[in-house]
C-alpha cells in the first residue's frame, strides 16, 4: 500500500515532465504553428487514384503537350477518364516548402508530409515533382513528374490553373495562354 506522503511527490513529478515540451501534454518545441493548428493533413502520393488513373492522365497530358491544338485543363482530363471532383491543380517541385504549397494552393491551415525532394542529398538526378489536384481546401489527387521525361506542364509562374484554363503546346509542354 502506498501512504499519502509518497503519492504527492510522485504526483507532482508527473505533473512536471508532462509540461516538458516532448515529454506530455504541451506541443513539441520543434513543431511549427502551422503543425500545431492543422485543418487537413495530408501524406503525399501518387498511389491514390480518387480522380481517375494517373498513367492515364499522364499518357493524355504528354499528348497534348506535343500536339498543336489549344485545350482546357478539364478537356485533358476528361479524356483520361477523370471524374470533375477537382477545382484547380498546383504544381508541387521538389524541395518546395509546405508554407509555400499552401500559399500556391490557397490552403493557409494544410499540413503536407512527403513532399518531393531530390532523389538523394546530393540532389542528383532529374528534378521531380507532382501537380497536386485540390477541391476548396482538399488534396484529392496527385501526379507525378519527372523533368524531361513526363512533365507536361509549364504553369508559367502561376500558382495554381483551373478546369477551364486554357493551354497552349509549346516545346513539349503545356502553357496557360495569357
Not at 131 to 154: C, E, I
Request: hydrophobic share 35%; glycine share 8%; with cysteine.
Amino acid at each position: 500500500m502506498i501512504k499519502p506522503r509518497r503519492i504527492a511527490p510522485v504526483l507532482i513529478a508527473i505533473v512536471a515532465m508532462s509540461a516538458i515540451p516532448g515529454c506530455g501534454l504541451l506541443p513539441q518545441s520543434k513543431r511549427s504553428d502551422s503543425e500545431a493548428n492543422c485543418a487537413n493533413s495530408y501524406t503525399m502520393s501518387t498511389n491514390v487514384d480518387n480522380l481517375g488513373s494517373t498513367s492515364a492522365f499522364t499518357r493524355e497530358a504528354m499528348k497534348a503537350a506535343t500536339g498543336t491544338e489549344p485545350l482546357t485543363l478539364a478537356d485533358i482530363a476528361r479524356t483520361a477518364g477523370w471524374s470533375d471532383g477537382w477545382d484547380r491543380m498546383v504544381d508541387v517541385p521538389q524541395n518546395i516548402t509546405a508554407e509555400e504549397l499552401n500559399r500556391r494552393a490557397n490552403t493557409p491551415a494544410n499540413c503536407w508530409k512527403g513532399l518531393p525532394t531530390p532523389y538523394n542529398s546530393d540532389g542528383d538526378g532529374p528534378p521531380r515533382g507532382l501537380y497536386l489536384f485540390l477541391k476548396d481546401d482538399k488534396a484529392v489527387q496527385s501526379v507525378g513528374w519527372y523533368y524531361g521525361h513526363d512533365q507536361a506542364f509549364d504553369l508559367r509562374g502561376q500558382d495554381a490553373i483551373y478546369p477551364t484554363t486554357v493551354l497552349t503546346p509549346s516545346a513539349g509542354q503545356l502553357r496557360p495562354t495569357p
